[in-house]
């Protein structure tokens, strides 16, 4: 339903600048990381907000800027849970909302997916927006996009009027793959700049380029919000103007990406916002969601989503932090975030995923593995699908081939030996001492549990009624996802139709001794 015109005249509506990231961790200088100088980014945190604990509820693509869109978790988004999927006609975007209420809305660079979004009257739907990808630009290294987001974006600039706008920016970095020591070529970063390596690699000459190469990535796409704040700012629109910077989930590396670690789905957010922000400058610690998302750009547009068409969110809108003046916990009913996944790439027998649901407090994350029969990161076999092929990935794959170190491998690759995981974030953000089996934790792991089952019962959660199943049964979008594991297992397919991993992941045959 659209505003009415009176409405319409009462509010001066924000425009939106969305931009997201693909594949980035919270590894920006606003966060105090040496290795990597992220200017753009770091404006937005000076004059607006920095968050420290924001989360997706997925660490894949599609599925958690399906969350991004929708307002809900993707357990609560039938197909578009996985990906490779369908997204499903009954769920409403956000921009297509603000498009039937008066917004110009648009996008340049990766919008949703990889995945199928569906026809509306015979045209492909348009989930965000028009594309504006048609000019290209030389990137900074080989592997890099070509598509130059500045410069579409001012495209996109010029042809607007008075309408209010909302504009996602959805860089291709730092997704793999890398030009490898691009990050010491091209920049002259040096390996000893990184003052720590996750403990859950080798730390080396190989795992630290590959480090650079990503801080590298994650430059150039801060580059690119520069220029586009700077467009702003001589348009004259920066004042009334949201801009929002993130990315979809964690880094592309082994036991980060498309697992549900602290690292996998803790993301960078700042949001700018010169008329609408009080006391900018402020880091605030409140636990948000992309969920959280929808509601806050409908409500600052005037649109109801009771009233809007689309199905009911469980996040809840971030004016009251907007309107706040404080910094630190902001409002104490923010305390904790769910997370959790299903199927990802077709890694599996029988179209399986890897179900997990978890819930994160400031003090603690708590997950449980409802399958630890199944490879986390896919069957070896299958060459762990769910982890892009990197160096780092090579490197953990050449130490346990060699038989000289294997618990690199066992943390990224290796099967689970409890169903129920519990650590101690404030501590061990790496999720490396699990302390589910120690009795002096039974307390602590049995409340969140409780708490974490509470909410999914009340979002509906398939899981929680018994019928998990039904998320494997969805189709993937594309002929060869489906009973990928056992067409490729008869020859039908190779490691050429898997791009995204490296043909020396695959091991020769199943690893029955890990089972």
């Known amino acids: 339903m659209s505003c009415n015109t009176d409405q319409k005249k009462k509010m001066v509506q924000p425009n939106i600048l969305f931009c997201i990231m693909d594949d980035a961790s919270a590894h920006m200088s606003a966060y105090g990381y040496k290795w990597i100088n992220t200017p753009a980014f770091d404006r937005l945190a000076k004059n607006g907000i920095l968050f420290t604990n924001a989360y997706t509820p997925n660490a894949k693509c599609a599925p958690s800027r399906a969350s991004v869109l929708t307002g809900r978790n993707s357990w609560q988004l039938e197909e578009a849970a996985n990906h490779v999927n369908f997204f499903p006609e009954k769920f409403k975007t956000f921009p297509e909302v603000l498009r039937a209420n008066g917004y110009i809305t648009a996008k340049t660079g990766k919008g949703w997916g990889p995945g199928d979004p569906g026809k509306i009257d015979g045209k492909p739907r348009l989930l965000i927006g028009e594309s504006y990808n048609d000019l290209k630009t030389t990137p900074w ?13 001012d495209a996109f600039l010029e042809k607007t009027k008075e309408d209010p706008w909302f504009f996602w920016y959805g860089a291709r970095e730092p997704h793999r793959e890398y030009e490898y020591q691009s990050g010491s070529k091209v920049a002259g ?25 990503y801080a590298l990535e994650i430059e150039y796409a801060d580059s690119h919000l520069d220029k586009m704040i700077t467009n702003l700012e001589e348009r004259g629109l920066l004042e009334n103007t949201i801009i929002v910077f993130t990315s979809d989930h964690g880094m592309p590396f082994p036991r980060v990406k498309a697992q549900e670690y602290y690292f996998s789905n803790h993301v960078p957010l700042a949001i700018m916002w010169p008329k609408g922000i009080k006391n900018p400058g402020r880091v605030v610690n409140d636990m948000v969601s992309f969920i959280d998302f929808t509601p806050t750009f409908l409500e600052l547009a005037g649109i109801s989503i009771e009233n809007s068409g689309m199905h009911s969110s469980p996040g809840h809108s971030l004016t009251d932090i907007f309107n706040s003046e404080k910094q630190g916990q902001v409002n104490p009913e923010r305390d904790v ?84 995981e519990l650590f101690n974030i404030r501590k061990d953000k790496e999720c490396m001492q699990n302390l589910a089996k120690m009795s002096d934790y039974d307390g602590i792991k049995a409340s969140l549990k409780q708490r974490m089952e509470t909410m999914l019962r009340k979002q509906n959660d398939p899981r929680m009624f018994g019928n998990g199943a039904i998320f494997n049964s969805y189709k993937y979008s594309n002929d060869e996802g489906w009973n990928f594991y056992e067409r490729f297992m008869a020859g039908e397919f190779t490691p050429k139709d898997t791009e995204w991993v490296n043909p020396g992941d695959f091991e020769e045959k199943p690893l029955e001794y890990y089972d």
């Open 141 to 153: 290294a080989n592997k890099m996009s070509s598509e130059d987001y500045a410069s579409n974006f």
């Open 189 to 213: 970063k040096k390996i000893s700049e990184i003052d720590s390596v996750p403990s859950f690699w080798p730390d080396n000459e190989i795992i630290r380029n590959d480090m650079l190469d």
């Open 337 to 420: 975030v769910i997370i959790g996944k299903e199927r990802h790439d077709y890694s599996r027998p029988r179209n399986q995923g890897y179900p997990i649901r978890g819930i994160l407090s400031q003090d603690y994350l708590y997950l449980y593995n409802y399958d630890i029969s199944l490879w986390p990161a896919g069957n070896p076999e299958l060459g762990y699908l769910d982890i892009d092929g990197s160096p780092t990935k090579t490197e953990i794959l050449r130490l346990f081939r060699a038989g000289k170190e294997d618990s690199y491998w066992q943390w990224s690759m290796g099967k689970r030996s409890s169903n129920e």
